[in-house]
């Protein structure tokens, strides 16, 4: 059974620094992509990072670009996303989700399987 589990999210203050992880299951990341998508309160959920399974090629959004690391580790099936110098408009469920194919997207349509999220609040 395809399973994706999140963690490492917390309370983090401005400036700071977090890691989530993607742990997956039931299929192996040397052929499909993975993506990280958030939602904050009232917000529709916007895609944050992705990395394709054939070349490790990676894509971020503009408001995390030099401040968000994406990374896998196909040994350990699990994803990380690397959080530096947070900000409270980064408050927000952070979800991994697995890709219908290699190749990386920022649209919901190309992943297929998601997991079930995990909170990251940065604040004072």
């Known amino acids: 059974q395809l399973q994706l589990v999140e963690s490492g999210g917390g309370l983090v203050q401005p400036g700071g620094s977090l890691r989530i992880s993607c742990a997956v299951s039931g299929f192996t990341l040397d052929y499909y992509a993975i993506g990280w998508f958030r939602q904050a309160p009232g917000k529709e959920r916007e895609g944050v990072s992705c990395?394709?399974?054939?070349?490790?090629?990676?894509n971020y959004a503009e408001s995390v670009k030099g401040r968000f690391t994406i990374s896998r580790d196909n040994a350990k099936n699990t994803v990380y996303l690397q959080m530096n110098s947070l900000k409270p408009e980064d408050t927000a469920v952070y979800y991994c989700?697995?890709?219908?194919?290699?190749?990386?997207?920022?649209?919901?349509?190309?992943?297929?399987?998601w997991g079930q999220g995990t909170q990251v609040t940065v604040s004072s």
């Open positions: 989700a697995k890709g219908r194919d290699y190749y990386c997207s920022s649209l919901e349509y190309a992943y297929d399987w």
């Open positions: 990395i394709s399974s054939s070349d490790s090629s990676t």
